[in-house]
Each structure stands twice: as structure tokens, then as C-alpha cells.
């Protein structure tokens, strides 16, 4: 069974401060994603990968970075973290058109 | 662009009445359909998909969907609810000529909430 795993399931962070969303599957599987979820606007995709070193900006990238240096890790980056990046972030992963693996999300909160 | 849109935030059902939830979309040229569940605290969990063929899609824990390409529609159903359905329910949507890049757009989320 497809595993992906976020590192922390929970984080608070001040605004102004750097900060590292990671993300590890383990299927070899080559497109990875990063979405935020907030109420009532869905699942947005900020970046997404297709191989490794490889990456594509999504619909909202803004504020964001993201580094896949090896196949089985994407990291999401928030280079200068602001209380509007409140959300839950979800990683996922997936095998060509087959149906994305999810992570359980990361709530980060930026005071 | 692409868009998902599902008309209603929550929907209320008593345990064992039949269960809808709605979505239509818009694509460029034919659509690669998903569903997807949330259970608290929890990520997203694939329920099944459309990609061609016929309208009528089975998937997961007793759910089924129709693709409806007049109306744009892909609306979720379920003929008996149970109370452990209640979760959030999240439509997507891709150009099927990019399904290998998985790039999905969804929907608002529908919260359903199954009453015993």
C-alpha cells in the first residue's frame, strides 16, 4: 500500500520565520504535489514535480519555493512564513494519470 | 482553465436514505473525473474516478457516480447512507489529454453529515 508520509502533523510557526514542509512516499512514484486546503476554496495546488530536480508552478505559488532532490521527497518551503499561509498543507503523490496517494496534512499556523 | 464547482457546502441525510452529492465542471476537451473523501483529521482518500466508457462508475465503500457530459455533471451517490459516511467529499477534474499529469483541480468540498 501507498505510503506518504508529512513529517509533522502539526506546526506553529511566528511570522517572518523560514520554514520546511516535507514530504516522503514510497512507491517511486515520479508527479508529487503540494496543495493547501482552506474551507470552502478547496484543494489549490501551489507547486507540483515531475521527476526528480523538476518543478512546475500550480495555481497559487506565490510566498512559496519547493526543492526535489531525490525521487521519493518533495519539501515545500515558505521562505518568509505570513499569517495568510494559515493552512493545512497536503502532499501527495502519484504514478502517471492513476489517482493521487495523500498524505495526512501538515496545520500550520503562522502568528 | 478548468473548474469544479459543488453547489452545496453540507448535506444532511438520515442513515439509510439514498445520498447525493453534487458536481459539475468545466474542461477543455474530455474530463478525467475523480472523488475523493476526507475523514477528520485525516487526508484525501480516493473513491473512484472516470475516465471513459460507461456512465455509470462504481467505486469504493458502496459509492457510484454518473457522468452526465450534456449537463457537465458528475454527481456522487450513495442508495443507503451510513452514519460512518459522514466526511467531506471533494470532487476533481483534468483534461483527459493531460491525465498523465495528474494536475487535478476540485472542488469546494460538500460536507456530509449522516444522521442515525
Known amino acids: 500500500d501507498v505510503k506518504v508520509t508529512q513529517s509533522s502533523r502539526y506546526l506553529v510557526k511566528r511570522t517572518g520565520e523560514k520554514v520546511f514542509l516535507e514530504c516522503v512516499q514510497d512507491?517511486?512514484?515520479?508527479?508529487m504535489f503540494w496543495y493547501r486546503q482552506d474551507p470552502g476554496l478547496g484543494l489549490r495546488l501551489i507547486y507540483f514535480?515531475?521527476?526528480?530536480?523538476?518543478?512546475e508552478k500550480g495555481d497559487i505559488p506565490e510566498g512559496y519555493s519547493v526543492s526535489r532532490e531525490k525521487k521519493e521527497r518533495f519539501s515545500l518551503i515558505l521562505e518568509s512564513a505570513s499569517t495568510n499561509q494559515t493552512s493545512m498543507y497536503l502532499c501527495?503523490?502519484?504514478?502517471?494519470?492513476?489517482?493521487?496517494?495523500f498524505g495526512n496534512g501538515t496545520r500550520l499556523t503562522v502568528t | 482553465a478548468q473548474s469544479v464547482a459543488q453547489p452545496e457546502d453540507q448535506v444532511n441525510v438520515a442513515e439509510g436514505n439514498p445520498l447525493t452529492v453534487k458536481c459539475t465542471y468545466s474542461?477543455?476537451?474530455?474530463?478525467?473525473l475523480f472523488w475523493y473523501v476526507q475523514y477528520p483529521n485525516r487526508g484525501l482518500q480516493f473513491l473512484l474516478k472516470?475516465?471513459?466508457?460507461?456512465?455509470l462508475v462504481k467505486g469504493s465503500y458502496g459509492f457510484e457516480a454518473e457522468f452526465n457530459k450534456s449537463q457537465t455533471s458528475f454527481h456522487l451517490k450513495k442508495p443507503s447512507a451510513l452514519v460512518s459516511d459522514s466526511a467531506l467529499y471533494f470532487c476533481?477534474?483534468?483534461?483527459?489529454?493531460?491525465?498523465?499529469?495528474?494536475?487535478?483541480?476540485f472542488g469546494g468540498g460538500t460536507r456530509v453529515l449522516v444522521k442515525p
Open positions: 501527495a503523490s502519484s504514478f502517471r494519470e492513476s489517482p493521487l496517494h
Open positions: 512507491m517511486d512514484h515520479e508527479n
Open positions: 514535480s515531475y521527476d526528480v530536480k523538476m518543478k
Open positions: 474542461v477543455s476537451g474530455n474530463p478525467y
Open positions: 472516470y475516465i471513459t466508457g460507461d456512465n
Open positions: 476533481a477534474v483534468t483534461p483527459l489529454f493531460k491525465a498523465a499529469g495528474n494536475k487535478l483541480t
